[in-house]
DNA sequence: GCAATCCCTACTATTTCAGTAGGGTATACT
DNA sequence: AGTATACCCTACTGAAATAGTAGGGATTGC
């Protein structure tokens, strides 16, 4: 598996702030019960999150998660890195241990591969992802569910 | 780091054979030498590719490894697969657990990942890779060294 | 003041990674 | 027939990552 559940849960739950975006912070709870997944894990996600720039929080009653930005300027691959660390596929290619970096072939491969997942993971917004979810939905002619 | 040392090494090793296609069995030794990778590690991997069909092999004195099929028909994701397993991203992909399937925002971008992956490592050969190098290697007027 | 909320650190069971170790079997060559 | 070369196979292992759990502390709205 390329992503671990870091990744997965951490762009699920991002996704879930940016849909709440203009409307005040997101209690933990609430995320971390909508998709099951286990609240002390999340709010570490959640840490790192903060961490980057990316969510800021609010304590006490009534307070929780929120994005730091517009969702237009926060891109899957801004979360993914900071859960995930940086998506690469060999260490040749960010360290100069490749002594023979000119004529290796797999090289080439290999920053193909990581150019690939790059190119669709920076291209994509968190305003990208609901536009994308309106559409799917409208399709199933189920916007009630879609938009929950 | 997306790739393992499996995915890594073998198909550096499998690149290897296919440099020799046509010319006998390459010993493990040799490779693992040139490599640098551990003979007892990388027989474990190549194994594998064998169990797979991707090479054969041939017992006793100038024995060795070597390629079951022409480079043009072995490609980069079928000796990536044997070794990593299927490249996916997400449970949700493969499994039918995700109950929401439909608006499942975040599955698209997955979808997406495993896509812009598969679609590099399964159309480029070893003899492409092969190629390749060549061209590389005549823009850096060092053939001599290239295709060693 | 108290309950809701985030904050922070430490611990843990399980799995994967990246090998190591050490024997066994086939076969080309002499 | 013997021997060295090579592949074949299984088991073991230290280190790291994964996917959490546990539990207390600090804010703050009401």
């Not at 491969?109 to 609901?130: C, G, P, Q, R």
Request: aromatic letters at 8%; hydrophobic letters at 35%; proline letters at 3%.
């Amino acid at each position: 598996m390329i992503l671990s559940t870091k990744g997965r849960y951490g762009l699920k739950a991002a996704f879930e702030l940016s849909k709440n975006y203009g409307f005040g912070p997101v209690p933990l709870k609430k995320v971390s019960e909508k998709y099951g997944i286990s609240e002390s894990y999340l709010e570490q996600l959640f840490a790192k999150l903060k961490k980057s720039g990316y969510i800021d929080t609010v304590r006490g009653p009534q307070g929780g998660y929120l994005l730091a930005k517009p969702p237009e300027e926060i891109t899957v691959g801004m979360i993914l890195r900071t859960l995930e660390g940086e998506i690469t596929t060999s260490d040749c290619l960010s360290k100069e241990v490749c002594s023979r970096e000119s004529i290796c072939a797999t090289r080439v491969i290999f920053e193909k591969i990581e150019k690939s997942i790059n190119d669709v993971i920076d291209n994509i917004t968190l305003a990208d992802m609901y536009e994308e979810q309106k559409n799917i939905l409208l399709e199933g002619k189920n916007e009630q569910e879609a938009l929950s």
